[in-house]
């Protein structure tokens, strides 16, 4: 079975990926770390604002919020 890689920003809602790099750099890289955002970690977007930004992800029994910007640095399969 072949998997796919996107970004994070374009996973479609309710839809587990795993993470598999973090491009992001400064101190929004230190943070997503710190929150678990590590390679191998199963990821799902489970809730989108009105506004479409930012998107909520279920990670490690967590629910957080990450902006469509920081989102679209991160790779992930499916």
Known sequence: MKSEEKTLNELPLNTKGYI?????????RRRLLDLGF????SITP?????????????????????RKEDASFINVTF
């Not at 790099?21 to 101190?27: A, E, H, I, Q, S």
């Open 46 to 66: 489970v809730l989108i604002s009105p506004s479409q930004d930012p998107r909520a992800f279920s990670i490690r029994g967590t629910l957080i919020a990450v």
């Open 20 to 28: 598999k790099r973090l491009n992001n750099v400064g101190n929004i």
């Open 38 to 41: 590590v390679e191998g970690a």
